[in-house]
Each structure stands twice: as C-alpha cells, then as structure tokens.
C-alpha cells in the first residue's frame, strides 16, 4: 500500500514515543530503531483508512514486536559475557523520552533498566506504559490481550520488584555535580579513605565489556571494595595507557538522567559511567564500556560541544 502524506506524517509524529517505549524494553537503542522502523513496514503494509485509533495500532504492534524480541534476549542474556548494561544515552537524546515526573526520569535510568531484566516480558511492558507514559491499564490491557485486572496484577508486581531492588536517586543537580567533582578529587589523590567517605557502606560498581574490553565478571561489593577499585581506575599507569591507546578526557555529563562521567580518547567514547547519588553517598558506578553499546553516543557526542574536560589521564 501507497502511504498518504498524511498518513506518513502521522506515523513521524510518533516516533519519537515509540522509540522512547521500545527503548525502555529492550535496553538498546539500535534493537528500538530496529523494532519501529519494522513497526513502520506494518504500517505501510496495513489497510491504515480502516484503523480507527493509529496511536494504539501503532504501540501494540510495537510492543508484539518488542515482547518477541526480549524472548529472544534473555536467551542472549545467558551467553552475555560478564555484566549486562543497557545501551547509554547521553543527555539531550530524544529517545529518552519524557522526564518531567521522577518516575519518567527513573524509568530510564541504568539502575531500572537492569532490574526491569528481572521481570517477566508482560511485566516489563505493563510497567513502562504505565510508569513512563501513563497508559490507562485498560489501553495496556488492549495492547497484551488480557484484561484489565491481570494488568493491574502485572503492575503491582512490578512495581514491587523494581522498588526492592533500587533506591530513589532524586538530588538536584548542583548538589550532584559537586559530588561529581568531590569524586573526582578523591579519586585522583591516590588515597582510599577520601573515596570510601564519598561512598555509601554498601556501594558498588558494575562495568559491562561485554568481552569486547577487560571488565570485572563480578561486581565490586561495599565501599573499601569500590574505592579501591576506583582509586586504581583513575590512576595512570603503562597498563591503562596501553589499553586506552592515547590520552583519555572525562567529561562531567548526564545519560539516562543521572550524572555520568563520559570517557573519550581522540573524540571517540569508551566509557560511560553513570553515578547513583543519594542523600548518604554515592550508591553505585555502572560502566559502560562495550564498544558495540556506545557508537551511538560517539555519534552524539561528536555533534555537540563539551568545552574542557574536568580530567586527562595521560
């Protein structure tokens, strides 16, 4: 079928909700440009005059498309080397999505994205529609074919899951920033002790290579662990000269809506690292460092200006 111009304005109108939906489930943003321009090819194979509500034809192919595809992810998830993060995406990024509720900004943050792995598929989807977007369950129960009851049923459990496993992040971002820089500080000084007062006792770090660069199969545990982890990290020796292949700038940033040390070397990004900050500490590091996961931020990082990093690793 010959799509209307009308027709196909209507479908680039929501892309940017669709992109933003199939992020959150599949935790990558080629996997979400892959599952909606396929939801395109439905559209444009579709008798469109016939449907009544495109914006809810539109999310449930999505969606059918997206469950199909986090089957066949877990399947991955089991083979997955060390560590899994989702795919960064630095400040400024459309498929972010909505951030104007603390839920919406936490909905795509690393921490949320790793635990929504735990959930079932249908838990995944009726937590992101709702939490994220702000579904009614009886449209979530439309898209799953169920009714609106075992949405409601999916959502709790959830939601409960989601809320054991993290701890709310909401800090201001003055105050971040300097936690950022007091980090930074610490971490370059050469000594434990300042890193471990930064830190909440059970503090950890996670970094993802996914057997592409050397990362820890085991996340470091409790802040003694992290610190030292940390202050071996940000200290310039032959070994880290060698695997960085030049000289490495990190930049004070934002991805996933919390504040993230961005890694480059030679304009190119090989680390993203975001910070869970809370009123005791820094809770957690989760690292990015899979080359496969940050071509699409090396891209945005290259059309945008960053002025002077806070730091160089020579």
Request: contains cysteine; aromatic residues 6%.
């Amino acid at each position: 079928m010959v799509l209307t111009g009308t027709q196909i304005d209507l479908f680039e109108a929501s892309m940017p909700r669709l992109k933003a939906i199939a992020y959150r489930l599949l935790g990558s943003a080629s996997d979400a440009e892959d599952a909606v321009q396929d939801t395109f090819l439905r559209w444009q194979s579709a008798d469109v005059d016939r449907i009544e509500v495109p914006e809810a034809w539109l999310t449930k192919v999505l969606t059918n498309l997206c469950l199909n595809q986090l089957t066949s992810a877990r399947a991955r998830r089991e083979t997955y080397v060390g560590q899994w993060l989702p795919e960064p995406l630095l400040a400024g990024d459309p498929m972010l999505g909505p951030a104007d509720t603390v839920e919406q900004r936490e909905s795509v943050s690393f921490a949320v994205l790793a635990l929504l792995e735990r959930l079932s598929p249908d838990e995944r989807v009726v937590y992101v529609l709702r939490e994220a977007f702000g579904y009614p369950h009886r449209r979530i129960a439309e898209i799953l074919d169920a009714t609106e009851s075992a949405s409601q049923q999916l959502f709790h459990r959830a939601k409960k899951h989601i809320a054991e496993g993290r701890t709310r992040t909401e800090i201001d971002e003055a105050a971040a920033r300097r936690i950022v820089d007091e980090f930074l500080t610490a971490a370059t000084s050469g000594r434990t002790e300042p890193l471990v007062r930064l830190l909440t006792a059970d503090a950890v770090a996670i970094g993802d290579g996914g057997g592409k660069v050397p990362a820890r199969t085991r996340p470091f545990e409790g802040a003694v662990a992290v610190a030292k982890f940390m202050r071996s990290l940000f200290t310039p020796n032959q070994a880290a000269r060698n695997l960085l292949g030049g000289t490495a700038e990190i930049h004070v940033s934002y991805a996933n809506g919390l504040p993230a040390l961005v890694v480059t070397v030679d304009g190119r990004v090989i680390g993203v690292m975001c910070l869970d900050i809370t009123a005791d500490g820094i809770a957690a590091f989760r690292n990015q460092a899979n080359p496969d996961k940050l071509e699409r931020a090396t891209r945005q990082w290259a059309a945008t200006d960053h002025g002077e990093p806070a730091l160089r690793i020579n």
